[in-house]
């Protein structure tokens, strides 16, 4: 169907998209409140860190076949860690041909993250989401001649998923100073508060719809980043190939690169690593705000430059935390203009979201969620408005006063209304996660 | 270095909010030269419509004409045009039927058409009934295509040979067939013949303007259908005996509260509502459709050799006529040399044409069918170039080009 975006935006979060429902654990809590740290610090000794340098054997082996030596040295520090998550879900689309309108399917997936420590100041991160019915191929097409006269009425194709494995941050770290550092790689551009966080950091366990709508996945690229006063104030600019912004003009080929930065004032000290506020931290106040430009020229299939964009988009965003309270609101703004066309493909939306982190007991940890944001698409030729109401409840078991999150279960309901076409849908999901 | 002067003065120097979306009323965008036309102007082509994805489709043909040509100008430049389609030989190309994310529908003597942005590619929907096999003809079907996450879909009348009353059904337009139907009327009527079509995208209606014989008599109705195909309101339309099929002036649009309007080949004003369909006159001007754009609507025409407008209030009743300033600054627009862009094949080229002018009229947008809202206060207009012979006929290149617009 033409109207594939939509509907992958609407409810693939749940069970269509494996890539987008997930993965949200929180293996490494690197940036938490100074009293979380702590624990986090001490909760992280006990953890699979490897050394494989003791493996000479190994190295002598590759050694003699030749094979260049990658076994770490005894300098190198290994850390591991990952997530495991399984849910089923459900969607009732009203509207929808009967074979649509109801749809059940149980998910899972993996992640695992790698980082590695070379010398003091380089460090390297690996985090890679695996699923099971990630990609969907082409394995078979036929021709179609109903009436026998030679000529093509149609193509049956068939298509089957297949395992995947996604990538979603491979980079090498610069850090100098504790105020300074700088990035390569396969990173997520953070221009909003929502693309800071991994997936696996996140309060629901899929990113706001009106977040995806505007920057979906990873990119390739290069940033610098600084945290004055202790988080206080904290910036990043990059540079990035921009494959994640998605392209309006879908048959030419861009040349131009994305440039973006974002600013966050937090005066009474940073937030927790992800969202949420599991280790019911001091009142914290964040304001911020990102920008992103990416002039390119455009190149037909010949070759030569079709006509030249601008993809313009923005986010402000203002958030608070105490207590195991937590609400953030963001603003996002997209327009992207060729000069072929005179159509400017612009769209914004805004969302807003909440948790409640109550511990009630020393080992059992509930967490009311909720959020609701909308986007209007196609503002300015034929606006469609998207409205999107979701909340959970999340129950933490093992929520020992070191790491609240190892363990979650979630229920959690969907819900999708476009006021343009008059059209509603509704879902769940119960799912577990584990980390490790 | 344009963009980069973009980017410092739209977006940097004065915000975000001061990017403007849209051309200036009358101003021109880029001006894509497509192909060559039979004829003279006024050509016989139907005002172009776009997809969401930003592919252009300009439809060659008009009521009287039994043969219909679609060009797709494809978002990222260059154009396609090998769709011909048409069927039966009673009418012509009757105009869009609409557009999803990336097609366009067309609808030309029985045929329902789909046309592709993406390949230029098109495909009859329901050539044959699918349980019988018996060709289908659609005697009548709603301008206007629901596009939902779900699905794709208009309503129309559709009848084979075989029958004798046409059948009112819901057009799945992805999967290509029909999910309801009904007789659309008792047992005793013949002869149905379809005069106008008309939809509301708001209320999600269409509006069916027809004619049957029963008892002798003949006998006109106005009928509201819901987008299942299931008939709303059906009222009887006088002063219409003289009308022949087909014969309104572009399509008949809403004007408020589920009240539609059309323009009659002689040059009255149908409204209908609840109460029934009755004629009126328009006074003050020649007119030549009616268009909706942005929630209200028009009667556009001529008087006095000048572009004019007319709005139509919530009843329909005619407001005053004022000049069309934004067909008169398009028409000065084009009163000198123009630079047309060629991407009729790509790489594209540059061209210069010496004296265009607006290529299905003679003052741009003034026209049977409502305008495309291409973008924020723009529509596609087409301008010829050129012309010459080729093979005893008259040939005219024709390009399209977005173009600010605005209603007094």
């Not at chain 1, 990173?187 to 719809?209: C, N």
């Not at chain 2, 061209?351 to 003679?362: I, M, V």
Request: aromatic residues 8%; hydrophobic residues 40%.
């Amino acid at each position: 169907m033409s109207f594939a975006l939509p509907r992958l935006c609407a409810f693939a979060l749940a069970f269509v998209s494996t890539a987008s429902l997930s993965a949200e654990a929180a293996p490494v809590n690197e940036a938490a409140e100074p009293a979380a740290q702590e624990a986090s610090k001490d909760q992280r000794t006990p953890r699979p860190s490897v050394s494989l340098a003791e493996d000479s054997e190994r190295a002598d082996r590759s050694k003699s076949l030749g094979v260049a030596d990658l076994s770490p040295s005894d300098d190198v520090k290994l850390a591991l860690s990952g997530y495991v998550q399984a849910g089923i879900g459900f969607r009732y689309r009203g509207e929808a041909v009967p074979r649509d309108r109801w749809e059940t399917a149980f998910t899972g997936q993996a992640g695992l993250l790698f980082k590695a420590s070379v010398v003091e100041v380089f460090r390297a991160t690996v985090h890679t989401i695996l699923t099971s019915r990630a990609l969907e191929a082409v394995t078979g097409v036929e021709a179609l001649d109903f009436e026998g006269d030679g000529a093509i009425d149609g193509i049956e194709t068939r298509t089957k998923r297949f395992p995947a494995s996604l990538l979603e941050r491979a980079t090498i770290a610069y850090r100098p100073l504790p105020e300074f550092g700088a990035e390569a790689g396969v990173m997520l551009i953070p221009f909003t508060v929502q693309l800071q966080s991994p997936s696996f950091a996140l309060m629901f366990p899929s990113r706001a719809a009106p977040s995806e709508t505007f920057v979906s996945g990873s990119d390739v690229g290069a940033m610098i980043d600084s945290d004055v006063a202790e988080g206080i104030l904290t910036a990043s600019a990059g540079v990035y190939q921009g494959e994640s912004l998605g392209l309006t003009l879908e048959a030419l080929s861009p040349r131009g690169v994305v440039i973006a930065g974002r600013v966050d004032l937090q005066p009474f000290g940073r937030f927790q690593f992800g969202e949420g506020d599991p280790f019911r931290g001091p009142f914290r106040l964040g304001v911020g705000g990102g920008a992103l430009v990416r002039p390119a020229s455009l190149y037909d299939k010949t070759g030569y430059e079709a006509t030249s964009m601008l993809d313009v988009r923005a986010a402000a965003s203002l958030r608070l935390a105490y207590q195991g309270l937590y609400l953030g609101i963001e603003y996002l703004y997209r327009r992207q203009s060729d000069e072929l066309s005179s159509r400017p493909l612009v769209a914004h939306g805004a969302y807003s979201q909440a948790s409640l982190f109550l511990r009630l007991s020393t080992q059992v940890a509930l967490e009311p969620v909720a959020r609701v944001g909308f986007v209007v698409l196609d503002q300015a030729f034929d606006a469609r408005t998207v409205g999107f109401t979701e909340a959970g409840l999340s129950l933490y078991p093992a929520a020992q006063a070191d790491r609240p999150d190892r363990f979650r279960l979630t229920l959690q309901y969907l819900g999708e209304r476009r006021f343009t076409e008059n059209e509603e849908a509704h879902g769940g999901i119960a799912s577990a996660r584990v980390l490790f | 270095m344009t963009t980069l002067r973009r980017l410092l003065g739209c977006c940097l120097l004065t915000g975000l909010a001061a990017c403007q979306d849209g051309l200036a009323p009358g101003e021109l965008g880029i001006v894509r030269y497509f192909g060559n036309v039979g004829g003279e102007v006024p050509l016989a082509l139907v005002p172009p419509i776009s997809d969401r994805a930003g592919n252009a489709y300009v439809l060659y043909g008009d009521p009287e004409e039994t043969e219909a040509a679609v060009w797709v100008g494809h978002a990222g430049g260059g154009w396609t045009s090998s769709c011909k389609v048409i069927s039966g030989t009673s009418s012509g190309v009757h105009g869009w039927v609409g557009r999803t994310q990336d097609r366009a529908y067309y609808w030309a003597g029985g045929a329902l058409v789909r046309v592709s942005g993406r390949n230029g590619g098109c495909k009859q929907i329901l050539k044959r009934d699918p349980s019988s096999g018996a060709a289908l003809d659609f005697l009548a079907v709603a301008p206007w295509v629901e596009e939902t996450p779900s699905r794709a879909r208009t309503v129309a009348w559709v009848r084979s040979a075989a029958d004798v009353r046409p059948f009112q059904v819901e057009v799945d337009l992805e999967v290509g067939t029909y999910t309801s139907s009904a007789d659309v009327g008792a047992d005793g009527r013949t002869d149905y013949e379809v005069l106008g079509v008309g939809a509301d995208s708001e209320r999600r209606t269409a509006m069916f303007v027809f004619r049957y014989r029963e008892d002798e008599q003949l006998i006109t109705r106005a009928r509201v259908l819901d987008m299942d195909a299931e008939t709303q309101l059906d009222v009887s339309v006088v002063d219409a005996d003289e009308l022949a099929a087909y014969s309104f002036v572009g399509n008949l649009v809403p004007v408020a509260d589920g009240r539609f309007v059309g323009l009659a080949s002689d040059g009255r004003l149908l409204v209908v509502d609840s109460d029934g369909g009755r004629f009126r006159q328009i006074k003050g001007m020649a007119p030549a459709g009616i268009h909706r754009w942005r929630d209200a609507t028009f009667i556009v025409g001529t008087k006095e050799g000048k572009p004019v407008v007319s709005k139509l209030d919530e009843s329909a009743e005619q407001r005053k006529v004022t000049v069309w300033e934004a067909s008169v600054t398009a028409d000065a627009a084009l009163q000198t040399e123009l630079a047309i862009r060629d991407d009729r094949s790509l790489p594209s080229r540059s061209a210069t044409w010496l004296s265009p002018r607006s290529a299905t009229g003679k003052h741009p947008f003034v026209g049977p069918f409502s305008l495309d809202s291409y973008a924020t206060d723009t529509t596609l207009w087409l301008i010829a170039g050129p012309d010459f012979e080729a093979g005893g006929e008259t040939r005219t290149a024709v390009a399209l080009a977005p173009m600010g617009v605005v209603y007094p």
